[in-house]
C-alpha cells in the first residue's frame, strides 16, 4: 500500500507563507502526476496545484503567483510554498499521487491563516 505523508500545515497570520511537504513510500512516485488539493470548510474539495515529470506546473487562479509546486524525485517528495497567505487559503491540503489505473491520496494538513 502506498503511503504519502504530508507535513508543514500550521497556524499563519495572513502575508505570511508556509511549506508543505509530501513524501511517498514508494518509487511510482518518479513516473507520477503529483498535486495539491485542498477542502475549506463547507466546501468541496478542489485542485490548487498539480506538476508531472517534466510539465509545466498547473495552479487554480486563486493561488497563481502566491503558491509554488515542485518536486524531487530524488527524495520521492513535492513541495508547496505558499506565500502572501490569506484567510480564505484556509484548508486541509492533501496530496495525491496518480497514474495511468491508480490514485492515492495522504491524510492532510490543516492550514489556518488568522490574525
Known amino acids: 500500500q502506498v503511503q504519502l505523508e504530508e507535513s508543514g500545515g500550521g497556524l499563519v497570520q495572513p502575508g505570511g507563507s508556509l511549506r508543505l511537504s509530501c513524501t511517498a513510500s514508494?518509487?511510482?512516485?518518479?513516473?507520477?502526476?503529483m498535486g495539491w488539493y485542498r477542502r475549506a470548510p463547507g466546501k468541496q474539495r478542489e485542485l490548487v496545484a498539480r506538476?508531472?515529470?517534466?510539465?509545466?506546473?498547473t495552479y487554480t487562479d486563486s493561488v497563481k503567483g502566491r503558491f509554488t509546486i515542485s518536486r524531487d524525485d530524488a527524495k520521492k517528495t513535492i513541495y508547496l510554498q505558499m506565500n502572501s497567505l490569506k484567510p480564505e487559503d484556509t484548508a486541509v491540503y492533501y496530496c495525491?499521487?496518480?497514474?495511468?489505473?491508480?490514485?492515492?491520496w495522504g491524510q492532510g494538513t490543516q492550514v489556518t491563516v488568522s490574525s
Open positions: 495525491k499521487m496518480e497514474g495511468a489505473g491508480y490514485g492515492y
Open positions: 506538476i508531472g515529470r517534466s510539465d509545466t506546473p
Open positions: 514508494d518509487d511510482t512516485f518518479t513516473i507520477s502526476l
